[in-house]
Nanobody
Framework: QLQLVESGGGYLPPGESVTLSCIVS????????IGWFRQVPGKAHELVAC????????EYGDSVKGRFIISRDNSKNTAYLRMTSLEPEDTGVYYC?????????????????????WGRGTQVTVSA
């Protein structure tokens, strides 16, 4: 069973930057597409970004395009979310999720229901 642990969240002022990490254990990361999702109270999980198995394909939610960058290092079993120009609307719990992919190297799912494994999340609060 894959395990995912997010880290890097915290309290940040608007305009700042932070990098979230998602460390994967139990199985090699290279067999999984990775997604980062954000959730605020009373709302469903929102796609922030996802990345394919080989890292060559990415997708971003409209609200973060141009500000956030998703990446991965399969040798370290770790995925990252670099968040810049933070806005109060970026506040939420950020979850890392993994989807096993066998034959599509340039694909990452964009919907929460497509993912097999989830971390427990890390809180990001953007406030002055």
């Amino acid at each position: 069973q894959l395990q995912l642990v997010e880290s890097g969240g915290g309290y940040l002022p608007p305009g700042e930057s932070v990098t979230l990490s998602c460390i994967v254990s139990k199985l090699p990361l290279e067999y999984y597409a990775i997604g980062w999702f954000r959730q605020v109270p009373g709302k469903a999980h929102e796609l922030v970004a996802c990345i394919s198995r080989n890292g060559d394909a990415t997708e971003y939610g409209d609200s973060v395009k141009g500000r956030f960058i998703i990446s991965r290092d399969n040798s370290k079993n770790t995925a990252y979310l670099r968040m810049t120009s933070l806005e109060p609307e970026d506040t939420g719990v950020y979850y890392c999720a993994a989807k096993s992919i066998f034959d599509q190297f340039y694909y990452c799912p964009m919907f929460p229901a497509d993912y097999d494994y989830w971390g427990r999340g890390t809180q990001v609060t953007v406030s002055a």
